[in-house]
């Protein structure tokens, strides 16, 4: 009996599979994506299946260099068809890895295509995808896949005309101030012309973000969002912070450093003035390969995990915002792993401070299993907040059910050794799988 991909996937035991029929068709709360608000009001269609799955998808980018496809086949001037082959070529060597679960979830539930994915079946998959395309579009792709609220992810600056109710499907802005933390000279320009006022002090750059995050409030925000590669300090000054801001031109690494920890400090009084959810995305090591990003931008697959996340820094953090009645909801994210227990360990001495999904480089099926672990060991697993996809990619939300399939496996093996009490496991699943993110980001 041929098992590939069957309906129990990943469910390794009878009473995992009973789990998994109780939290499968629940709704999807997506509270961390980098969709496009303007695809999903234009109801985007998609030509082939090359543009749905690899446009954007630096995932599948990263995989197919690590098998030394060439880049004109990744990023380059190649047709959609040669570039799909070419990710189908590399897809049996990728046993284990997340992109061989999510491609055949995709296959199977967006198409209808239940055969694996390689160099020979690649051509008719093509042509049987590309088929199924002309009846899906970006909003019926959301819909297959169940998603009530989607969060996307948006500058201080942007008008946010998109955003809104489509189809029964929530659409709203993520306050993303990273850039007004630089203090760029272009950057406090498009600013100043955002808010119809000249940003000239420190005073005129805080009222401009205030002005910008009631903006985003009033197109549906609750959440804001910070990548974080250095936990900022506790202790800068409104006269060392507005020195620094009028000091102009070119600022020192240090300068920049101090600067962004008191907007850090000032962000988090903001969020709790708003009622906004903080997340703290920390430790992505942005850039690493300087030649391509000349060629390819940011976010193009070259970003890697720091070494280390110095969580004693992120404790006094979090302690000098609670001081000062300055903390809001918080969500932490850690890219290294190694520090996630110590995020639960500092994230249970502050009201209402989260740690978050196994991020990027984790959400695989080990780290997914053993985030939970240490969630479970080192916090309290029913207080989870899920799942998200942090993707650019609406055929991404797969991902959800790869999550609620290794949850309820999880969950089951406790329960099958007589570990965790059977009559308690579908509340449990429930409030994580839906309940909790809904209610902590006060949707």
Request: hydrophobic content about 40%; proline content about 3%.
């Amino acid at each position: 009996m041929n098992k590939f991909f069957d309906k129990n996937v990943l469910l390794r035991s009878a009473t995992a599979q009973k789990f998994y029929a109780e939290v499968k068709d629940l709704p999807v709360v997506d509270y961390h994506t980098h969709l496009s608000e303007r695809d999903i009001a234009a109801d985007r269609r998609f030509s082939t299946i090359t543009e749905l799955w690899l446009s954007g998808d630096h995932y599948k980018w990263r995989a197919m260099r690590a098998c030394g496809v060439p880049e004109r086949d990744i990023t380059g001037d190649a047709g959609d068809e040669e570039k799909f082959l070419a990710y189908a070529s590399v897809v049996p060597k990728m046993c284990g890895n997340p992109l061989y679960y999510w491609t055949h979830f995709e296959l199977k539930s967006l198409f209808g295509i239940e055969e694996p994915l390689n160099a020979a079946t690649a051509p008719q998959i093509y042509r049987r995808a590309n088929e199924k395309l002309k009846t899906l579009s970006a909003r019926r792709i959301l819909e297959c896949f169940r998603v009530e609220y989607v969060a996307t992810t948006n500058d201080p600056v942007e008008t946010l005309e998109y955003h809104g109710m489509y189809d029964g499907i929530k659409v709203c802005p993520t306050f993303r101030p990273d850039r007004a933390l630089r203090l760029d000279g272009s950057y406090l320009s498009r600013l100043s012309e955002a808010c119809g006022k000249q940003i000239v002090t420190l005073a005129d750059w805080k009222e401009a973000l205030e002005q910008r995050l009631c903006h985003f409030v009033g197109k549906g925000c609750s959440i804001a969002d910070v990548s974080v590669e250095e936990i900022p300090e506790s202790d800068v000054s409104e006269s060392e912070a507005e020195a620094i801001f009028a000091s102009g031109g070119e600022r020192s690494a240090e300068q920049s450093r101090r600067f962004f920890s008191y907007g850090m400090q000032f962000l988090g009084g903001l969020f709790r003035k708003y009622n906004i959810v903080w997340q703290l995305h920390i430790g992505a090591y942005r850039n690493i390969n300087s030649a391509a990003f000349v060629s390819l931008g940011a976010d193009a697959g070259y970003d890697v995990m720091h070494g280390a996340i110095d969580t004693d820094k992120l404790a006094a953090f979090l302690n000098g915002l609670h001081s000062s009645g300055s903390l809001p909801k918080i969500i932490l994210y850690a890219l290294n792993a190694n520090a996630v227990p110590a995020l639960c360990t500092v994230a249970a001495c502050f009201p209402d401070v989260r740690v978050g999904a196994a991020w990027w480089f984790n959400d695989t099926l080990k780290g997914i299993r053993t985030h939970l672990e240490t969630l479970a060991e080192y916090s309290v697993l029913g207080t989870s907040l899920g799942m998200l996809t942090d993707s650019r990619s609406f055929s991404s939300y797969c991902r959800f059910d790869f999550f609620r399939r290794i949850l309820c496996d999880f969950v089951a093996e406790k329960t099958d050794a007589g570990e965790y009490a059977e009559a308690d496991a579908k509340q449990l699943l429930y409030d994580i799988s839906y309940k909790n993110p809904k209610e902590f980001m006060n949707l």
